[in-house]
């Protein structure tokens, strides 16, 4: 082969690969917009597009780390890049929207709840990413960040959606706000859902189900989303509960062995 067409050829493989890099990239990026957007929705009054834009990033951070997989793009830049983007989404942006709905009027009480979320998720991001080599890949261990993001953004948006005001539930407001970022540092275990793979086959009532919630969340997102991630919140609790019943480590993260 001739020299110049030995470089074209390493030139246009290079370009291919940072153009694949890129995707998985681009996703994130998209997220973090959310996380912006949602921010700047608050600031101006618009609560139902700020908590929808919070749910849209999760969507789209959900999406990342799939196609980084799928596409072999994983990297080291693309988990920290992740990381900062969901810190803003799923920490920043929820506190600030459900502060500015509900907490501001408390004065110190409502900046101070929602600074425990912030600094909550700043932390279970950073024990994550420690931890991702030792931990139980079938498990989290604490509220996953999205989640604790979901309770926050999801009662805004309900609320929102029937014309409730933000001073009319601020005690509730308060006890979710206080409560998804405790969650999120505790031991608590949160099954993961890594070891559902949707290319094996699967039994025909689950893809009945899977449709029946498709109709569901069209037919009412907000009651349906709010009410998929508080229960998914209230069995980790349960099982918390079960398993220190039975004498059992809280954690099945840190006191088990890793089975990946």
Not at 49 to 77: E, K, N, P, W, Y
């Amino acid at each position: 082969m001739h020299p110049s067409n030995r470089r074209r050829d390493v030139r246009d493989m290079t370009l291919r690969q940072q153009s694949i890099y890129l995707l998985p990239n681009l996703f994130t990026t998209a997220a973090l917009f959310g996380g912006f957007y949602a921010i700047v929705q608050a600031m101006n009054g618009r609560f139902l597009h700020a908590s929808v834009a919070i749910f849209v990033a999760m969507v789209l951070d959900g999406l990342d780390g799939r196609v980084a997989r799928l596409t072999h793009t994983q990297s080291a830049f693309g988990a920290e890049y992740d990381s900062l983007s969901d810190m803003v989404s799923f920490g920043i942006a929820p506190a600030l929207v459900v502060y500015v709905w509900a907490l501001k009027d408390l004065g110190k009480i409502g900046w101070i709840v929602a600074f425990i979320y912030a600094v909550g998720a700043a932390l279970r991001l950073a024990r994550f990413n420690t931890m991702l080599s030792v931990q139980d890949k079938r498990w989290f261990q604490g509220l996953p960040s999205p989640a604790a993001a979901a309770l926050v953004a999801g009662l805004v948006w309900v609320c929102t959606e029937y014309g409730i005001e933000g001073e009319a539930v601020r005690p509730i407001a308060l006890i979710f706000t206080l409560a998804a970022g405790l969650t999120m540092v505790s031991n608590i275990p949160f099954y993961s859902f890594k070891e559902i793979n949707a290319r094996k086959a699967v039994p025909f009532v689950t893809l009945l189900m899977v449709v029946l919630f498709i109709v569901a969340v069209s037919s009412g997102p907000a009651e349906v989303m709010f009410g998929l991630f508080v229960i998914y919140t209230l069995v980790g609790y349960g099982l918390a509960l079960w398993r220190l019943i039975k004498r059992k480590p809280v954690s099945k993260v840190s006191n088990e062995p890793n089975h990946s």
